[in-house]
């Protein structure tokens, strides 16, 4: 079952975003396949049981049933005329979080942080998964900004205070364009 999956992994990594994103790698729908492995009670045997975790990032266009659908029907292939039974479990189902839909948005806090700054900011979709997403399924239009080298978020994270006072100065800012705006 999990060799189907790989499959399935290449044939959806051809599949891009629209979206602009910082770089290619982001682009596209990856599978983390056996994340979490487990399986039988008794060493040096084959087990009676095998579990594994299938972590798929996906991109904005496509729907979440699609990719759900895509993932029991290789499982259930892969596993028709054996003698193995399986179960599929759903853990989370998280649509991807696209924040600032509405170009108006994005021209207000496009200036804010021009102001601040000095640079024009880039808007791209963020390859990792935040609580972004609660308030983007609230319809509240949100963005992710992060305090040092244009990175929200990443391996090795710090924060600088000259960093944090700088961003803490976009937040003012963007406040004060929206609500000049109103």
Request: aromatic content about 8%; proline content about 3%.
């Amino acid at each position: 079952a999990a060799s189907s999956l790989f499959d399935l992994e290449e044939e959806l990594a051809k599949r891009r975003t629209e979206m602009e994103v910082s770089d290619d790698a982001h682009s596209y729908i990856t599978m983390n396949i056996g994340g979490v492995c487990d399986g039988g009670t008794k060493p040096n045997t084959i087990c009676d049981r095998f579990s594994f975790t299938v972590d798929t990032r996906v991109i904005p266009e496509m729907c979440l049933s699609e990719i759900d659908k895509l993932i029991r029907e290789r499982v259930y292939k892969a596993l028709t005329g054996t003698h193995y039974g399986y179960n599929i479990e759903l853990i989370q189902k998280v649509k991807t979080a696209v924040g600032l839909s509405n170009d108006r948005m994005k021209e207000l806090v496009g200036m804010a942080f021009s102001d601040v700054v000095g640079i024009k900011p880039r808007f791209v979709l963020a390859p990792f998964f935040s609580d972004m997403r609660y308030l983007v399924s609230a319809g509240i239009p949100t963005i992710g900004i992060g305090c040092e080298s244009g990175l929200i978020h990443g391996d090795d994270e710090w924060v600088s205070l000259e960093g944090l006072t700088e961003m803490s100065s976009v937040m003012v800012n963007i406040a004060r364009h929206i609500s000049k705006s109103c």
